[in-house]
């Protein structure tokens, strides 16, 4: 079983819809998320950590579940350049052992 | 405020012969990651460095792959001698501290060939 584990995609969705990602982890040591957001042929970069209550900025929400080691992004009112691949991580309380998943394509089409 | 500068940006060589990557990372960063990221995959860490230490080098593979930091600024990972499945995006990164959510920021990349 692979460390982290995430929605195969592609997700193909039209403008204004709401679309969800899912992400599982192995590791239950595991004390720190995020999500980290791809372009085409560019380097991540860090849309939102996951915090245990769970998080909000503006269409994005994270939602995290220790007890079954699983983490969600939720992306309303979806925009054309919302399209990128969206990277599951975790690491451990120390801010080491980062592990990524191998990623959900997003295609947001007009 | 500059980002992370990785040199060169693209590299072709044949099999078996050696390879520099190097990296600065954003000023005052003390933690600097090295990853590899293969075509559809997600990047892979080889190395973590707090200040001139490492720190995490679990999947380095060490027999082929060395990195240092010699004066806990910028970074460089050799490949010494180059396979064709090193062929990958090798990504650096750094970070303020290594905390428990400390953004990463990447720097473009370097995307080697290896023929």
């Known amino acids: 079983r692979k460390e982290v584990e995430q929605d195969p995609g592609p997700f193909n969705v039209p403008e204004g819809a709401t679309v969800a990602f899912n992400c599982t982890y192995s590791?239950?040591?595991?004390?720190?998320f995020f999500w980290y957001r791809q372009d085409c042929r560019k380097e991540p970069k860090l849309l939102m950590s996951?915090?245990?209550s769970g998080n909000e900025d503006g269409r994005f929400t994270a939602q995290l579940n220790r007890a079954s080691q699983y983490i969600s992004l939720l992306i309303r009112d979806s925009k054309l350049s919302d399209s990128a691949t969206y990277l599951c991580?975790?690491?451990?309380?120390?801010?080491?052992?980062?592990?990524f998943g191998p990623g959900t394509r997003l295609s947001v089409l007009p | 405020e500059a980002g992370v500068a990785q040199s060169p940006r693209y590299k072709i060589i044949e099999k078996r012969q050696s390879v520099a990557f190097w990296c600065n990372p954003i000023?005052?960063?003390?933690?600097l990651y090295w990853y590899q990221q293969i075509l559809g995959q997600g990047p892979k860490l080889l190395i973590q460095?707090?200040?001139?230490?490492?720190?995490?080098d679990s999947q380095l593979p060490k027999d082929r792959f060395s990195a240092e930091r010699l004066k806990g600024v910028d970074s460089t990972l050799k490949i010494q001698p180059a396979k064709l499945e090193d062929s990958a995006v090798y990504l650096c990164?750094?970070?303020?501290?290594?905390?428990?959510?400390?953004?990463?920021?990447f720097g473009p990349g370097t995307r080697l060939t290896v023929l």
């Open positions: 990164a750094s970070s303020s501290l290594a905390g428990f959510y400390n953004e990463q920021f």
């Open positions: 590791n239950s040591a595991s004390q720190s």
């Open positions: 996951v915090y245990s």
């Open positions: 991580v975790v690491a451990d309380n120390y801010g080491q052992n980062f592990v």
């Open positions: 000023s005052g960063h003390a933690t």
């Open positions: 460095f707090q200040n001139n230490g490492v720190v995490d």
